[in-house]
């Protein structure tokens, strides 16, 4: 079957780039190596549409302008989907912040597009959900969104499939020979190999990324990564109030609680990794690490017995020096100068993926519309 665009991976970035594609007439293939859509990182993230309000302190302005360009968007065209939500963020004597530097980070977040904010009276504390109020010097309420991650991705794919957009599961990509005009493509599925022509190849595989680029012919230079885990817990317990943005005393990042299907969702981690990415599994002292955030500000005595679940993702970073919880956060589309017909993306967020199908398709309409 051959096919203007295949896209390699059926999460939220390759759901996004066939939806794109297919909304613009052209014939779309996407093939999954799982036997279901968003199998890997994108049913695994922390389930935010938000436009990252720690981002500001990096200076990264654009993304979240962009974010929330893209979460107002969502929750205009899919509101079964994304859910407008508060988040409390409280501000204690030993929290690195102070309350007027958070105050501003908000009205920038603000000023860049978010919802509004306010600061919470201290005679409303107690209505928390059982936040520890002991050395509490502020708490202030924003929104952002929250969202099932899977399900969204579903629902793009489907929209795509509804546009024209052929998608096989249970599917690897064995080899892609490119040349001036056209993709030779062989796959291997549940009937067996399976050969055809693409003129353009999506490589939205998340981590497996680079392991698709050595399935091309000719070799196709990857970008240098690496990949983060990050592991999110489910306990007992109904969050009444929304979703609590905290300051992990262990070491000063970020850590959401949030509700979650009648029970309460901590993460997320950030470990590195190695290995192949579909063996990801949570670990023990990450499971540790988010219970102790958890019985820190919430005045409790979880055990590790009491996690009802745990999963863990991977996100693709830019390699480099100093911590994952700093290194910036934007897409990276890469595309080979002498094989422009083959776009690889590198990381991206759940918020985003419309915007980063748009980038996608200004990338690859020239050769499109040329061929």
């Known amino acids: 079957m051959d096919c203007d665009i295949l896209v390699v991976g059926a999460g939220i970035h390759g759901a ?17 190596q799982f036997g ?11 389930k935010l549409i938000h436009g990252g309000l720690r981002y500001l302190e990096t200076g990264q302005l654009r993304l979240v302008r962009e974010c929330l360009h893209a979460q107002r968007a969502l929750l205009r065209e899919r509101p079964s989907l994304v859910q407008l939500t508060p988040f409390y963020l409280p501000v204690y004597t030993h929290t690195t912040r102070p309350a007027w530097k958070i105050a501003f980070g908000l009205w920038l977040y603000r000023l860049l597009g978010g919802q509004r904010f306010r600061r919470i009276p201290a005679s409303e504390w107690h209505d928390l959900d059982g936040l520890d109020s002991h050395d509490l010097r502020a708490v202030f309420r924003y929104f952002d969104a ?19 957009a052929s998608v096989a599961f249970n599917t690897r990509l064995e080899r892609a020979e490119c040349t001036a005009t056209r993709c030779r493509v062989r796959c291997h599925g549940p009937a067996g190999a399976e050969e055809f022509t693409a003129i353009c190849v999506v490589n939205a595989a ?29 306990v007992p317990g109904r969050l009444k109030r929304g979703i609590y943005y905290l300051e992990a005393p262990q070491d000063r990042r970020a850590v959401f609680v949030m509700p979650w299907r009648g029970h ?23 499971q540790f690490y988010l219970l102790a955030v958890y019985n820190h500000y919430f005045n409790s005595q979880l055990e590790p017995t009491d996690i009802l ?3 863990a993702g991977l996100r693709v970073l830019p390699a480099g020096k100093g911590r994952a919880f700093t290194r910036p956060r934007d897409t990276v589309l890469h595309c080979d100068d002498a094989m422009p017909r083959v776009v690889s993306i590198y990381g991206g967020k759940l918020t985003s993926h419309a915007h980063t199908a748009v980038q996608v398709m200004k990338m690859l309409e020239p050769i499109l519309k040329r061929d």
Do not use: K
């Open 36 to 46: 279901r859509p968003a199998e890997g990182t994108s049913s695994r993230s922390s």
């Open 264 to 286: 309460t969702l901590i993460g997320t981690t950030e470990t590195p990794y190695r290995g192949d990415p579909a063996d990801v599994q949570p670990l023990p002292s990450e």
């Open 146 to 164: 929250q969202t099932d991650d899977r399900a969204l991705t579903e629902a793009v794919l489907a929209d795509a499939q509804a546009l024209g």
């Open 206 to 234: 998340g981590p497996w990324v680079n392991l698709v680029l050595e399935c091309m012919t000719p070799h196709l230079a990857p970008l240098d990564i690496e990949l983060v885990q990050g592991t999110h817990i489910v």
């Open 16 to 32: 996004a780039v066939a939806h794109a594609a297919a909304r613009r007439g052209y014939r779309v293939h996407v093939i999954e």
């Open 309 to 311: 679940a745990s999963f």
